[in-house]
């Protein structure tokens, strides 16, 4: 009875433990935000007030209305780029088609503040198109506010309209095509009724992604806004000015966006909850090809849309070679700021592959039990925990940040300290990328594989070391990698938490940016990209279908 | 090489009733197999004695010691899986020596089992391939090696042979059979394929909804039948409504008084009569019986000439299909659908149930 008893234990422990550490780094935090903002902060008592501020007063109203903003027209910018790019790839013969895809997602994975500060260089009022059309009496208009912020993020989200949908696209029976032609549709007819409604699942998710990643991002308003403040720039500087006494004003702001990303989550599962369509793939979409105009235009259309979005990557690579002096290009190239970044930001560098590399490992154990757990058994804490793991995708960085520090730091209380605090973020809040990868490598593998292994006498753990991990493994990797490169990345919610001991790649490029200091700035980022470079090609090795790895 | 003993066995999912009450005893050496429909509880029996589930009541004793509260790893049942289940990230001779490192046999002696073994099931030219680099028999042979090797107390099998084709299954169950007798290993094996079961067991145990029906030898299975359910799903029964009128009993169909047969049964229960196709003669027009035969009168609806036999499908009066299978006969297979016919059998091949879907036999 007592071994058996054990044999349960093994994995009710690993989900104890689990739930545990989710309520700790996950819950807690959330929670203590949503507290906080029922407080006032002079008395400590509570009270609705800090809502009544926030929805009565015009700069946070103005907020509001500025995220909402930038966030739906963001959007559908991104979907206005990306549903086209995804029918040319999947119903046309398009000439490198791997390139569009591999472009696609290397904007994706691109630290997202590199997109603004690039554009800076580009149109800001010193920037060298600007200057360009300054030289020919051309005024441009300026990169600053809300159409920059707009710009910025409907080429950096629309990859994740086009990959999604493009696979949506490829499993489109093509009789129900077929079907509408032989019924009398026009191609754009057929287009609009037929195709368009079977894959509108795939196209409103990728559309939630980045409505929700418009919401929460910090970088591009903090960089591009100059006066025009969404919510995260707003708490983050609440944040910063409640420097000391309780952050409320942070906090609610903190919750109204964590509302505005749930709001919208539901909407689209409500949406899509009366459109579930069985897709029974036995043909399969064929290729067009065209020619003339058309094909001209369908490439120009996708290679110039891929181009464009890797147009700041590509200027801050250049802009890295460049000679300077201090903030400024003195003309022709040269490896100084480079020199600079070795001599300014070692710690920079140092720190942001220790904090991720650190997390990574953390990312990499937990996902292998937790993916376990959530395949193998069926219970109501394996489902808990499967829905915690899409919290981290809606809770902004400032809020989970904000969260961290008022839970495990405060005055001279300090759980962790300031390391262990940023490694346990980036844990938590990069968990589902690991999670997710490995889930579905998990899935494709027979649990009578490890009933087998058990039978023949090997304990749960044994079993599962010696043959679910194993199996597992190319999951593991490829969601190692993904957690790996958006930890590398983080900005947000390290900028709250960071001290001058624990300064991030990502935090000084955004304090040289501050500055002015582009070269520097770009030095960086270019070893930023190069790493995360690096870990793209590796998922390209390791995962069975490149482009649905990364979305 | 053991016995096995299971009594009052019980399994719940939720409240659907998945096994009740089941009790089986197993010869130590025997080949027993559990025979039923799909979704009757084969699956979940072997898998509550290979320990992958938790009975919610009852004992499973192995050579007089029960298993039933072991954890699976510590129970020492082997097991084939029915998808093979071969660690792919092995190769063959790792798959097999798995269980043997499991035990800490040493390295000297597992290279020799697993050697032995391999050619028992005539794979010792595949042990460094990989799974993938295998067949679909050779993978079911890995498993079935695998699993052997252990020298287990008991071998659990659960459809070992369904995924392969007709003509390899045929041969496989040979093997098994042959590789079972020789190692002596008391076998449990699942499959709802009849005649696998009959060819092959010990004894059938056939099951139906979680309930054990009867557990004989497959000739006992096939002519005596303990209820209707088994008679129906061995040996492709006709059943002919009985009508019973205080002691007088006749077929529905007409052609039979049944009166004696039945003679000893109470008045008011129901009864059906099942005949074998095979034990049915068909000929041509309606023609009376003779003293030791029934001769029910119908209308041909179809015959089908198959080679070796007929099959001729026919209507009685009261309803009633019919089947039966029998030597050809040019003038059945020349009649049109509709014609008369006569099935005719002989009464010894007569047996009568209860009705209702599980009723015993009577008389
Ligand atoms: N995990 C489960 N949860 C709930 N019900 C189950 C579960 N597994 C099996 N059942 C139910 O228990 C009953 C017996 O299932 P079992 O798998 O033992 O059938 P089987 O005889 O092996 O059938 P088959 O020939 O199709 O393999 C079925 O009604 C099935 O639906
Ligand atoms: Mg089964």
Redesign the pocket.
């Known amino acids: 009875m007592s071994r058996l008893r054990l044999r349960f234990e093994f994995w009710s422990v690993v989900t104890a433990m689990v739930l545990v550490v989710l309520a700790v780094l996950l819950i807690l935090p959330i929670l203590r935000v949503l507290m906080l903002s029922f407080v006032d902060a002079d008395t400590g008592g509570f009270t609705l007030g800090n809502y009544v501020e926030a929805f009565t007063r015009n700069y946070y109203l103005n907020g509001f209305k500025n995220t909402l903003f930038v966030g739906v027209l963001g959007t559908l910018g991104a979907c206005l780029l990306g549903i086209p790019l995804a029918y040319f790839n999947a119903r046309f013969h398009i000439w490198g088609r791997a390139w569009i895809s591999t472009l696609a997602i290397l904007v994706l994975v691109a630290p997202p503040f590199i997109g603004a500060y690039a554009w800076i260089m580009m149109l800001g009022s010193n920037g060298f198109i600007t200057n360009f059309f300054a030289s020919l009496g051309i005024s441009t208009p300026t990169i600053y506010g809300a159409h920059g912020i707009i710009l910025v993020f409907t080429l950096k989200f629309f990859p994740f309209v086009f990959l999604m949908t493009q696979t949506a696209l490829n499993a489109v029976s093509k009789s129900f095509e077929d079907a509408a032609e032989n019924l009398g549709c026009t191609p754009w007819q057929r287009f609009r009724k037929i195709t368009l409604p079977l894959v509108f699942p795939a196209i409103s998710t990728g559309a939630i992604i980045c409505f929700v990643l418009s919401i929460a991002d910090f970088g591009t308003p903090a960089i591009l806004g100059r006066g025009f403040r969404t919510l995260s720039t707003i708490a983050f500087a609440a944040y910063r000015s409640e420097l000391g006494g309780l952050p409320t004003m942070a906090v609610t702001i903190s919750i109204i966006m964590m509302a505005i990303s749930m709001l919208a989550l539901v909407a689209q599962r409500r949406i899509l909850a009366k459109r579930r369509y069985a897709s029974s793939l036995t043909n399969l979409p064929v290729k067009a090809r065209l020619t003339g105009w058309r094909n001209t235009g369908v490439h120009v259309f996708c290679h110039g849309v891929v181009l464009v979005a890797m147009l700041p990557t590509l200027v801050v690579i250049y802009t890295s070679f460049l000679q300077t002096n201090g903030p400024v290009f003195t003309g022709g190239f040269g490896f100084e700021s480079y020199r600079r970044i070795l001599h300014d930001a070692p710690q920079a560098i140092t720190n942001s592959f220790l904090f991720s590399l650190a997390a990574v490992v953390l990312i990499t154990a937990f996902s292998a039990l937790i993916s376990y757990v959530i395949v193998r058994r069926e219970n109501a804490a394996s489902g808990a925990i499967d829905f915690l793991m899409m919290v981290p995708y809606l809770v902004p960085g400032v809020v989970m940040a904000i969260g961290f520090v008022t839970t495990f730091r405060s005055g001279s209380f300090d759980l962790v300290g300031t390391t262990g605090l940023l490694i346990l973020i980036y844990f938590i809040r990069r968990l589902p990328y690991g999670v997710r990868s490995t889930t579905s490598s998990l899935r494709q593998i027979k649990p009578s594989l490890e009933e087998a292994a058990v039978n023949l006498g090997a304990p749960p753990l044994k079993a599962f070391l010696t043959v679910t991990v194993p199996l597992i493994v190319p999951g593991l990797i490829v969601g190692s990698l993904m957690s790996f490169i958006t930890a590398i990345n983080e900005l947000s919610s390290t900028l709250i938490i960071y001290d001058s001991g624990t300064i991030t790649m990502p935090v000084k490029i955004y304090l040289a940016v501050l500055d002015g200091e582009f070269g520097l700035a770009a030095a960086l980022s270019t070893v930023l990209l190069l790493c995360t470079g690096v870990c793209v090609y590796a998922v390209f090795r390791l995962a069975d279908n490149r482009d649905s790895a990364f979305v | 090489m053991a016995s096995v003993e299971i009594s009052a066995l019980r399994k719940l999912?939720?409240d659907?009733v998945?096994l009740s009450d089941i009790n089986i005893s197993i010869p130590s050496g025997s080949f027993y197999t559990l025979l039923?429909?799909?979704?009757?509880?084969?699956?979940?029996?072997l898998r509550t004695i290979a320990g992958f589930h938790r009975q919610n009541s009852g004992t499973i004793g192995v050579e007089g010691a029960p298993i039933e509260d072991l954890p699976a790893y510590r129970r020492d049942v082997g097991m084939v899986f029915q998808d093979y289940a071969i660690f792919p990230h092995l190769s063959v001779r790792d798959n097999v020596s798995f269980g043997l490192k499991q035990r800490k046999v040493p390295a000297g002696e597992i290279a020799r089992r697993v050697g032995e073994v391999l050619e028992v099931v005539q794979l010792g030219a595949f042990a460094d391939r990989m799974p993938h680099e295998l067949s679909g028999g050779q993978q079911q042979r890995v498993g079935l090696a695998r699993a052997i090797v252990i020298e287990p107390k008991v071998l659990l099998m659960d459809?070992p042979l369904s995924n392969l084709d007709a003509k390899l299954r045929v041969d496989l169950r040979a093997e098994l059979r042959r590789i079972q007798r020789e190692l002596g290993i008391t076998t449990i094996y699942?499959t709802?394929d009849q005649e696998e079961a009959l060819a092959m067991s010990d004894i059938v145990c056939v099951?139906y909804k979680?309930v054990i029906q009867q557990a004989s030898t497959p000739l006992e299975i096939y002519m005596e039948p303990t209820n209707r359910f088994v008679a129906a799903f061995v040996g492709a029964n006709n059943f002919l409504a009985v009508s019973r009128d205080g002691t007088a009993a006749s077929l529905a169909a007409g052609g039979a008084d049944v009166s004696q047969a039945l003679a000893s049964l109470a008045a008011g229960i129901e009864v059906v009569c099942a005949i074998r196709p095979e034990t049915l003669h068909v000929s041509t027009g309606h023609t009376a019986a003779e003293p030791q035969d029934i001769a029910v009168p119908a209308r041909l609806r179809e015959v089908s000439f198959i080679g070796r036999e007929m099959e001729v499908f026919g209507t009685t009066k009261a309803g009633d299909e019919v089947k039966a299978v029998a030597r050809p006969d040019p003038q059945v297979v020349a009649l049109a659908p509709g014609s008369a016919i006569t099935f005719r059998a002989a009464r010894k091949d007569l047996l009568f149930f209860e009705s209702g879907e599980t009723g015993g036999r009577v008389a």
């Open positions: 999912y939720g659907v998945a039923g429909p799909s979704g009757c509880g084969k699956t979940t029996l459809e699942v709802h099951m979680g």
